[in-house]
């Protein structure tokens, strides 16, 4: 190539960078003032969406418009709330501690507005925010925004201000309804039928807790259900601690007085105390220990018992029919026992050597569960007896015979006490006779009609009770001397004796003057 053609292509390239130059600044300026004019508008740039509706193009006004329009009518008009007592996720409730439920088939909830929970849901905001994009930064940062709006655009989310004074109240106002005591699982016996009634756990609303979870949760207006954060409380006897409870082990009743009131207010009060104990495989129960002490302050009356072979008043009199009654039905349950006193007398209401007396601090019934599960005491009264049942599994039934053998008799002494108010010749009883007894209880297990054990439980010996009589020692009074028919008696001062005075000692011979049958020796 000659240097002339070069010169040619060197202009040429020249005058063409020179116009590409010119046509690039060109453009600069025109996207710059179209920049500068984007940003004194009041549209909403290209590219942009606010939860995911297009808004490019219009007014903030134009945009909320919209999205009233559009979006809002798409959002839920209620939040359940959740509030299962098996909800909470993470939750020990043995501690009491609580979180918020996750995922999860809880039935229980209830359902409130957004606005209801203090959610204010915020498009004027969402829509300045759209506003401001490639509006911020320097010029040239204005027109980068611009662009990449066109090639990729950008959406900008709805959030909602959450008003903490309404959420509060909404919660506290919830509490009502959610919060529940833990109940016990029961065990109802009608006769020999046992149904088990399932215990419920307890809850309760944390609000604190549920109140910081909320306000996070109700930022996102599509927010349609949550679970709340709730404490949970085990009952004191739970569904697994009565599941082995299917059948009556044992029964036994005692017949009381009902008339004699404090004494049966005392032992209605000590077996109402025994009533639902659970008593584990191994673990031994003691009356004593689980009725307590017998106070007046524990609502216990006076009522009579036998102290030192002799009945006397006493507070919390009637209790040792509890304990014969459970003495009673833990034998018949073939349960070990472990501690057992007899009376020192007789009782009316169970059959010699299968009595039990206790006396707090000094004389306990005790008997330990020998079986494979727990077992469960029902105690009661009903129709003037008291009841007491083994409850347990099928299992450890047993068929047992209480059997007394080797009875005989004690027969009791009489007393015969003077008394100078009876008249002489008469008698009155003033306490009466009770025979004493011997006997031995041995008891007989079976199982499936096969005998598989027989055991000699004790020999017990009941003093007798003497008989008191009270024999009459007043002397009958001397009759005056009538006198003889048509015989007028002396008056003149030579017959007349004077009759002594209480005071004056009697004379050497004379009888005795008669006693007054108001006096007393």
Not at 352 to 358: C, H, K, P
Not at 460 to 479: C, I, M
Request: overall charge negative.
């Amino acid at each position: 190539m000659d240097a002339a053609k070069k010169q040619k292509l060197i202009k040429a390239l020249l005058i063409a960078l020179a116009v590409l130059v010119v046509l690039v600044i060109a453009g600069g300026i025109t996207i710059v003032v179209a920049a500068r004019s984007f940003v004194r508008g009041e549209q909403i740039a290209e590219g942009v969406s606010i939860a995911g509706v297009d808004v490019g193009h219009l007014s903030q006004s134009q945009a909320v418009e919209k999205l009233h329009t559009r979006w809002v009518p798409t959002l839920p008009e209620q939040v359940e709330l959740k509030y299962g007592p098996d909800t909470t996720a993470g939750a020990d409730s043995d501690s009491g501690d609580s979180t918020a439920s996750a995922d999860n088939d809880s039935t229980d909830g209830t359902s409130l507005s957004p606005e209801e929970l203090g959610a204010r849901l915020q498009l004027q905001r969402a829509a300045a925010e759209a506003y401001r994009i490639g509006r911020e930064g320097s010029i040239w940062q204005q027109v980068v925004a611009q662009l990449r709006l066109r090639r990729k655009g950008l959406d900008v989310p709805v959030t909602c201000d959450i008003d903490e004074v309404v959420l509060r109240s909404a919660l506290v106002a919830l509490t009502e309804t959610i919060n529940r005591k833990p109940k016990d699982a029961t065990v109802e016996v009608a006769g020999d039928e046992v149904h088990i009634d399932p215990g419920e756990v307890g809850r309760s609303l944390d609000v604190d807790a549920s109140q910081a979870y909320l306000a996070e949760q109700l930022k996102d207006p599509r927010l349609s259900a949550v679970d709340l954060v709730i404490k949970t409380e085990e009952p004191a006897i739970t569904d697994d601690m009565v599941a082995n409870f299917e059948i009556v082990l044992s029964s036994y009743s005692t017949p009381f007085n009902p008339g004699r009131g404090q004494r049966t207010h005392n032992l209605k009060l000590a077996m109402g105390i025994v009533n639902n104990t659970i008593v584990q495989p191994g673990e031994e129960f003691s009356v004593n220990e689980i009725v307590g002490p017998r106070l007046t302050e524990h609502g216990y009356k006076s009522a009579p018992i036998f102290l030192r072979g002799e009945v006397v008043p006493s507070i919390g009199g009637g209790v040792c029919q509890v304990a014969t009654t459970l003495y009673n039905v833990a034998l018949l349950a073939n349960l070990k026992v472990t501690q057992r006193h007899h009376h020192s007398r007789p009782v009316d209401y169970a059959p010699s050597g299968r009595d039990a007396t206790v006396y707090y601090g000094q004389i306990d019934l005790k008997f330990t569960n020998t079986l494979k599960y727990p077992i469960l005491i029902v105690g009661y009264a009903e129709n003037a007896r008291l009841h007491a049942k083994m409850i347990g599994k099928k299992a450890d039934r047993f068929d047992v015979e209480l059997v007394r053998s080797g009875i005989s008799s004690i027969g009791f002494a009489i007393k015969e006490v003077p008394d100078p108010e009876l008249e002489e010749g008469k008698q009155e009883v003033e306490k009466k006779g009770r025979s004493g007894a011997r006997v031995t209880l041995i008891r007989v297990v079976k199982q499936d009609g096969q005998e598989i054990a027989r055991e000699v439980l004790h020999t017990d010996v009941y003093g007798a009770q003497t008989k008191v009589v009270r024999v009459g020692a007043k002397q009958p009074e001397e009759e005056p001397e009538q006198p003889v028919e048509g015989e007028a008696p002396a008056t003149g001062p030579e017959t007349l004796e004077p009759t002594p005075s209480p005071d004056t000692p009697a004379p050497p011979g004379a009888a005795p003057a008669a006693a007054d049958e108001n006096e007393h020796e």
